[in-house]
């Protein structure tokens, strides 16, 4: 475990890759995208091997480092100096999401971003030139100061104000299903099945879970891919 004089050559370490870029006022304006989630893999798995758990010390790996550990490693110090959330470490400008992610952060970082991946893919037109963003409340939350975030009130937290920018909730499951044993998740899907997006079309719900032989998607009815087609 990194401490003292080796924890600040890391933080300096993590300056140099990640560095203030925007201040994006509102929260749920701080979607991400594919490719910075991909720049921000390639950082983990080039680093994790150094990080160990914080709560068991048990060594950390590629295939097991998750979004704990990813903040206690990466998010935390690379963001204290500035008060910042990671994606304002990314990006030039806003970037509303068009999918909110709902799930644990005890899954694997790897599987959750195959899961990102195979949705994209899934979901969005071929040679569609926008890229899209989703809204991860690890990047997108300023983690120093979570009580401006999480307020008493559901409707005025940053999670349900980035739900009512989404065209529809991606629900990741691990291999225990875990989110659905969380409050916080339940309440996200509750929002997806009873909300719309405009006058006559409602909230989307699509699942992703990541195995040994891939991403796996569940959509809610019909992608535009294959609407087109059966139209």
Known sequence: RMQGAEFEDYVQELSTHFS???RIPKTEHRGITLAQLKRTEAFIQCRCHTWVDTYTEAAVSATTV???????????????????????????????????????WGEPVQDFIRCIEAHLHLRRLPGAMDEWAYWICA??????????????????TS??????????VLLILDKNATPFSRIWCAYEEYVALTS??????????????ST??????LTDGLTEPEAKIRS
């Not at 990047?139 to 005025?156: I, S």
């Not at 405009?198 to 992703?208: E, I, K, V, Y």
């Not at 040994?212 to 998607?217: E, P, R, T």
Request: aromatic share 10%.
């Open 196 to 209: 719309s997006t405009s006058p006559g079309t409602r909230m989307l719900l699509d699942m992703a879970t």
């Open 66 to 104: 998750n979004l704990y550990h990813v903040n206690s490693w990466l998010i935390k110090p690379s963001t204290n100096a500035d008060n910042c959330a990671f994606v304002e470490l990314l990006v030039a400008a806003d970037q509303p999401p068009q999918w909110f992610c709902s799930h644990w």
């Open 139 to 156: 990047y997108a939350n300023r983690q120093h100061c979570l009580n401006a975030e999480l307020v008493e009130d559901p409707e005025q």
């Open 212 to 217: 040994g032989l891939g991403a796996h998607i």
């Open 159 to 168: 999670f349900f104000k980035a739900m009512q920018l989404a065209i529809g």
């Open 20 to 22: 203030l870029q925007v």
